[in-house]
């Protein structure tokens, strides 16, 4: 079945306690995205990554970083969370290919920095 | 740059009446458009998208969108609502394999059906 899966999918942390949230896909995506959705602000792209080693900053990328060693995985991680870094995350992956251009979004995962 | 409005934040129909969902993109151009829904403590679901062609997208559980070139809208419509339609709907617009295919969201319009 080809889905992302994202881990964990809920997480209660503590300001300043690096966490990682891993993103895996499994249809041979080059495109890969992390988004952050919080009330009234809709999805915003925090950073995206283009193939193996090619990662750029999308809107909000402050706060966050990302690696890509593998195709498959697109880990977030959060060196010094934040308060207001509390949001709900998707992990996308699409392919360049024409028609293509549709994103398959994971389950999310809900993050409360205290 | 590219943005979505969505002009209603909440909207309250009630079961078996029609639904229409506002949505106006700002795209230099030809853009590619997609509708979301989002349950409650749920993730995103695709239900229709637009690439080219046919200005009428049909999409599944029954919802349709027009584009609207003219009117830069690309308006969600159902012609009866039920109850298990309550949900965030979100409408988007695509960078068209820029920035990794990104896409840019629109605020969300959350439905409410009264019975």
């Known amino acids: 079945e080809a889905q992302v899966t994202q881990n964990p999918r809920y997480l209660i942390t503590v300001t300043g306690k690096k966490l990682t949230v891993t993103c895996s896909q499994n249809m041979n995506h080059e495109y890969m995205s992390w988004y952050r959705q919080d009330p009234g602000l809709g999805l915003r792209q925090i950073y995206y990554s283009m193939n193996v080693e090619v990662t750029d900053k999308g809107d909000v990328p402050e706060g966050y970083k990302v690696s890509r060693k593998e195709k498959r995985n697109f880990p977030l991680i959060l060196e010094s969370p934040s308060p207001n870094q509390t949001s709900l995350y998707f992990c996308?992956?699409?392919?360049?290919?024409?028609?293509?251009?549709?994103?398959?979004f994971g389950p999310g995962t809900r993050l409360l920095v205290l | 740059a590219q943005s979505v409005t969505q002009p209603d934040i909440h909207i309250t129909v009630s079961e078996g009446a029609s639904l229409e969902l506002r949505c106006n993109y700002s795209?230099?151009?030809?853009?590619?458009l997609f509708w979301y829904v989002q349950s409650p403590g749920q993730g995103l679901q695709l239900l229709l998208k637009y690439f080219s062609g046919d200005t009428l997208v049909q999409g599944i559980k029954g919802f349709e969108a027009e584009f609207k070139r003219s009117q830069s809208s690309f308006n969600l419509r159902k012609p009866s609502v039920h109850w298990s339609d309550a949900a965030e709907y979100f409408c988007?617009?695509?960078?068209?394999?820029?920035?990794?295919?990104?896409?840019?969201f629109g605020a969300g319009t959350i439905l409410r059906v009264k019975s």
């Open positions: 996308a992956s699409s392919s360049p290919g024409q028609r293509q251009e549709t994103q398959y």
């Open positions: 795209y230099g151009a030809t853009p590619y």
């Open positions: 988007a617009v695509g960078a068209r394999r820029e920035y990794g295919n990104k896409l840019v």
